[in-house]
C-alpha cells in the first residue's frame, strides 16, 4: 500500500457530496423560477440531487472530475496514483449508468447538468425550461 500524503488526504476529506456550489446555483436559479423540488431522495437509485416528483424528472449536478465529463478539461486524470484514480473514476461512471438505467425503468426521465456548466447562465435556463416542459402527471382525485 502506497503512503498517502496527510494533507492531500484532508483535502480529499473536504469534498462534499452534498450542497456543493454548482448545486446550490442550480437549486437558487430553478427555485427563482418558480420550480419547487425535494433533495437526495434516498429511496431513488443514485439518490438523484433534485427530484421533481410531480414531473417524474430526477436532475443529477455532477462534478467533471468524479464524474468523467467528456471533452472537459476539469475531468482529466491526476498525475499519481493511477492504480487508485482509475478504477475509482471508471467506477463512478459505471455506477452513474445503473442508476440512469434502474430510474428510467421505473419511469423517471433523468437529467443531468455538469459542474462547468452551472457557471453558464444559458444553460441554467434552458435546464429550467426543459424541466418545465416535462408535463406534471396528472392525480387522481
Not at 447538468?113 to 402527471?137: F, G, H, M, S, Y
Amino acid at each position: 500500500m502506497t503512503a498517502v500524503d496527510p494533507a492531500r488526504s484532508a483535502q480529499m476529506a473536504r469534498v462534499r457530496g452534498r450542497d456543493t456550489k454548482p448545486e446550490m446555483r442550480v437549486r437558487k436559479v430553478l427555485h427563482a423560477a418558480g420550480l419547487r423540488y425535494r433533495l437526495h431522495v434516498r429511496r431513488l437509485p443514485g439518490a438523484p440531487d433534485l427530484v421533481f416528483p410531480s414531473r417524474r424528472v430526477a436532475l443529477f449536478v455532477h462534478g467533471c472530475f468524479w464524474h468523467r465529463h467528456p471533452g472537459c478539461a476539469a475531468a482529466r486524470l491526476p498525475k499519481s496514483r493511477l492504480e487508485f484514480w482509475e478504477p475509482k473514476l471508471v467506477g463512478n461512471v459505471e455506477r452513474d449508468k445503473r442508476n440512469r438505467a434502474a430510474l428510467e425503468a421505473a419511469g423517471w426521465k433523468v437529467m443531468v447538468i455538469w459542474e462547468c456548466e452551472t457557471r453558464d447562465r444559458d444553460a441554467l435556463a434552458r435546464l429550467a425550461e426543459n424541466i418545465r416542459r416535462q408535463r406534471p402527471k396528472k392525480t387522481e382525485g
